[in-house]
C-alpha cells in the first residue's frame, strides 16, 4: 500500500489554493472548479470544497475544524522559506527553531487555521 494524499475540505478553494501555491511555488492542477491538487513524488496535497464530500452526509468532514493534523513540507532551507512566506503569514505559530531530534522546522497556520510544518533534517555527520 502506497500514500496517496492529504485532502483539504475548504469553503474558499480558491484562497487556499492560491496560498499553498505560494507555499510550494507550484501551480495546482484544477480537474475541476471544486478541487485543486499539488502532487508530489511522495504523495499529494488536495484541496476541495465540501460538494465533493457530501455524499457522506453527516460523516463529511467539516471545513476549518481541524485540530489534530499537520501538514508537513520537507524543504532544504527553512529559515529561507520562511523569509520568503513571513509577509503572507497571518498566523505564525513557531519561528524557524532546531527541534531537540534536529530537525529545523517553522510552523504557521494557512487560512483555515490547519497547522503547517516547514521543515528540514540536520545533515548527517560523515565519519
Known sequence: MDFASIRIITEDVERLTRFYELVTETRALRPA???AEFRTDTGSLAIADPVTVAMLGDNA????RNAS???EF??????AQFARLRPALEAIVLEPTTMPWGN????FR???GNLV???S???TEVG
Open 33 to 35: 472548479p471544486v478541487f
Open 69 to 71: 493534523i499537520i501538514i
Open 61 to 64: 468532514p467539516t471545513a476549518a
Open 117 to 119: 510544518n516547514l521543515f
Open 74 to 79: 520537507l524543504v532544504s532551507d527553512v529559515d
Open 104 to 107: 529545523r522546522s517553522t510552523l
Open 110 to 112: 494557512d487560512p483555515d
Open 121 to 123: 533534517r540536520p545533515a
